[in-house]
């Protein structure tokens, strides 16, 4: 066994394969706990529906099952337009669902990235690597909090979403208020997208609920906004 740069390694037939870094692991766990997330006995909510879309609002209702479901009806919206909602809708409320280090992150491999050199600190904190799940992911931490956080969905897409600011819930829990997304190619070498996101939420009977989402892209040659809104939520 080696270890080199704070990383730990371990040799094999196969090369070299990270092992659980226990700083790496208490790093990652410890951003995990300050994040916001819904009591585990949250069951879901429904809203009234507000899209403007550059200018044009639709509206419509929505309703979300934490990991389970989630609907959305804008009337006068093609379907391209309601997925889109929807599927924005979704990962946001994937982000929220209640979690357990241990069943989710903490079932991974755990370790600083040895290519990284402590000696010059990242402008955005140490890169710890997650091995062994379904994607190819690893998280930059720094005073505490999540700042970058990279996936590569295989046959698909790299990801790479940068947190620039987090506020706070009414329980004192962080939460990401604005990010922005970069899509790369699979190979890495082109970007192939970016969203900006702004999220604002209301405490409704004791539970952080989405209020406002507002989106930025490009989209041939132009920035296009929409805003996601919601009211009248029902628990």
Not at 52 to 76: A, F, H, I, Q, W
Not at 94 to 122: I, R, T, W
């Amino acid at each position: 066994m080696m270890q080199g740069s704070g990383a730990v390694t371990t040799m094999t037939e196969q090369g070299t394969k990270p092992v659980n870094d226990p700083a790496a692991r208490q790093l990652v766990q410890e951003a995990h706990g300050r994040m916001y997330r819904w009591p585990a006995h949250f069951s879901g909510y429904r809203a009234k529906l507000s899209l403007n879309d550059e200018g044009r609002v639709y509206r419509g209702r929505m309703s979300l099952v934490p990991r389970k479901e989630t609907t959305v009806e804008l009337d006068g919206a093609d379907a391209a337009l309601q997925e889109w909602v929807r599927e924005r809708l979704w990962t946001q409320g994937m982000h929220l669902a209640y979690s357990v280090f241990e069943e989710g992150d903490g079932k991974y491999v755990l370790s600083f990235d040895p290519q990284d050199d402590s000696a010059v600190p990242h402008p955005r904190g140490r890169r710890v690597l997650l091995t062994g799940g379904r994607l190819d992911s690893w998280y930059r931490i720094k005073d505490g909090q999540y700042t970058q956080i990279g996936r590569i969905t295989p046959m698909t897409e790299r990801r790479v979403n940068t947190i620039e600011r987090c506020d706070h819930a009414p329980d004192g829990k962080q939460y990401s208020s604005h990010y922005v997304m970069t899509y790369f190619s699979l190979d890495g070498q082109a970007v192939i997208g970016m969203e900006s996101y702004v999220n604002e939420y209301k405490d409704i009977n004791g539970v952080w609920l989405p209020w406002r989402r507002r989106v930025s892209f490009g989209e041939r040659g132009l920035v296009k906004t929409r805003i996601i809104e919601l009211s009248e939520h029902e628990i």
